[in-house]
């Protein structure tokens, strides 16, 4: 049974059969096509934390690919008005694939090892590699396939910065991440990164100058993550320095494109003119969720378009 609870489970060659699928649905639904590949393939959504882009662009997905989603939320009790485990085990007995959107990664670890059917993490306090996944195909669309670049990470070493960092090392891409003492990842994850992908650049500095210096690509995201609200006033004043602003941005190369998995906070991890402005893909990447998440399910059901 395979499940992708972080980009640790994916090899390169699969990332690259996603975005082949991801490239051939999303060119068909330009023309006006949304072939039923999945025809009568339940969705499940286990969700308990707040969501938009994750939440939609995964119903839209499988509702284009001819099947059909449920959405699951505090009510059904997932391990509280029964057991992770029984949930899983009876869950997986009734649907194809389950999203799953958990407080803590390694309750949706336990969740997995319990169900029968794939499980996607659709973001737990460590990883959210479907964010990472649009984010990789969204940087080959706007930067035309380069074979190697720099992707600099403004902020806090969370877990869309994780799945970055896995992401960049699967694609040959180096990956350095400029972060205030107390929030950078963690020695050892870079350790397992460069385990993982033999000659992976994954970096971890201090200087979100020095990040961005030859980078093609500049990311950032919230200063506190959902669970992290009350510390919210303290990370902003750790973090001013590490706004994404104007005099940041030409830093970087010319043709740099700005990246944010949203939601966003204009005028704190970054100004509104960087984020409304022309070097901006934040919505490019949104809108590449629903496709690659389309060729993820295409994938991992078993039907390769
Ligand atoms: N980027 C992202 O995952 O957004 P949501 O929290 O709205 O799903
Ligand atoms: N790091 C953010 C990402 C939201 C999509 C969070 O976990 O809240």
Redesign the pocket.
């Known amino acids: 049974m395979r499940h992708l609870l972080t980009l640790f489970d994916l090899q390169p060659m699969e990332l690259e059969a996603i975005f082949t699928i991801t490239r051939d649905l999303k060119e068909k639904f330009a023309a006006g096509l949304r072939e039923p590949i999945l025809p009568g393939r339940v969705l499940a959504m286990l969700f308990e934390r707040p969501s938009l882009r994750t939440r939609v662009s995964f119903e839209a997905a499988i509702l284009q690919l001819g099947g059909g989603s449920l959405f699951l939320g505090e009510d059904v009790g997932f391990g509280s008005r029964e057991s992770v485990e029984d949930c899983g085990r009876v869950l997986g007995q009734f649907v194809d694939v389950i999203v799953s959107r958990t407080r803590e990664h390694q309750r949706l670890v336990e969740f997995a090892s319990h169900c029968a059917c794939s499980v996607i993490n659709g973001?737990s306090e460590q990883a959210?590699p479907c964010?990472a996944l649009a984010d990789l195909y969204t940087i080959r669309e706007q930067l035309g396939g380069l074979k190697s670049l720099r992707l600099a990470w403004i902020g806090d070493g969370?877990?869309?910065a994780r799945s970055l960092a896995v992401g960049c090392a699967k694609m040959g891409y180096s990956f350095v991440a400029a972060s205030p003492p107390g929030y950078q990842l963690e020695a050892s994850f870079l350790e397992e990164v460069r385990e993982a992908v033999p000659g992976a650049e994954v970096e971890q500095i201090a200087d979100p100058r020095e990040a961005v210096e030859g980078a093609e690509v500049i990311y950032t995201?919230?200063w506190a993550?959902?669970g992290q609200e009350a510390e919210k006033q303290a990370r902003a004043a750790t973090f001013a320095a590490y706004q994404v602003n104007n005099q940041l941005m030409t830093r970087a190369l010319k043709q740099s494109i700005f990246m944010h998995?949203m939601p966003a906070h204009r005028d704190m991890e970054v100004t509104a003119e960087v984020l409304d402005g022309p070097q901006s893909v934040v919505l490019e990447q949104a809108a590449n969720r629903m496709h690659v998440q389309k060729g993820l399910l295409a994938w991992l059901l078993g039907k390769r378009a």
């Open positions: 973001l959210h964010q969370n877990n869309v995201d919230v993550s959902m998995c």
